[in-house]
């Protein structure tokens, strides 16, 4: 079954910490995997797309890296501000398709 | 920036009632997914249409349909409505042409649909 785990569930951390989201999935053979923010009830916002043929991409503060060997993406965030507060999902694409399959998400708190 | 359009933002039904969801994806982009994710819970896909056809299918009830028009927008009927149909709906959209297959792009996703069942 393909599964995709976010750990951990949630976290909290200061202003100014840099900090890393795991993802991981069981099937390593995915297309590209794909990073979003969601606000409470809100909608998703992308944040960053990694093709199958990649091992990181990166946008401002972000950086994500891909590891398909070992069934594992990271979501770097530098400097966190209150403003990143905020639930992170991963979500993978295993076929052209382009069904995702997501992770349970990561709830970030950053205090001021 | 255009968006992903959805409407109704809101939508309040009785059980055994129907319901139709519009999406309006972003210009230029030919593929559309709809998600459903329910309270406390990550999205789950039920369908995508690329160039109007169906390209994949998730768990979708039987009592729930979809498609494509001519101008690219979607359409999610739900009939039979149950008080487990309450969730927020997503569509997504993303650009699967000149050469691309659907996957490959970015899934840009709209503000939703909170659909709530009474």
């Known amino acids: 079954k393909q599964e995709v785990t976010q750990i951990p569930a949630a976290l909290s951390v200061p202003e100014g910490e840099n900090l890393v989201l795991n993802c991981s999935f069981t099937?390593?053979?995915?297309?590209?995997l794909q990073w979003f923010r969601q606000d409470p009830g809100k909608g998703l916002t992308s944040l960053l797309l990694i093709q199958s043929s990649q091992r990181e991409q990166t946008s401002g503060r972000l950086n994500a890296s891909l590891d398909k060997s070992s069934g594992r993406s990271t979501l770097y965030i530098a400097a966190s501000q209150p403003g990143d507060s905020a639930t992170y999902l991963c979500a993978v694409i295993y076929n052209q398709g382009g069904k995702l399959i997501f992770g349970q998400g990561t709830e970030l708190s950053v205090k001021p | 920036a255009a968006g992903v359009i959805q409407s109704p933002r809101h939508l309040i039904k009785e059980k055994r009632e129907t319901a139709t969801l519009k999406c309006y994806p972003i210009p230029r982009h030919d593929t559309v997914y709809w998600y459903q994710q329910g309270p406390g819970q990550d999205p789950q896909f039920l369908i995508s249409f690329y160039e109007k056809m169906q390209s994949d299918k998730g768990s979708i009830p039987d009592r729930f349909s979809a498609q494509q028009f001519s101008d690219y927008h979607s359409e999610l009927n739900m009939s039979s409505l149950e008080l487990g149909d309450s969730a927020l709906y997503f569509c997504?959209?993303?650009?699967?042409?000149?050469?691309?297959?659907?996957?490959?792009?970015?899934?840009?996703f709209g503000p939703g649909t909170r659909l709530t069942v009474l």
């Open positions: 997504a959209s993303s650009l699967g042409g000149l050469g691309l297959p659907p996957g490959a792009d970015t899934q840009y």
């Open positions: 099937d390593s053979a995915i297309y590209n």
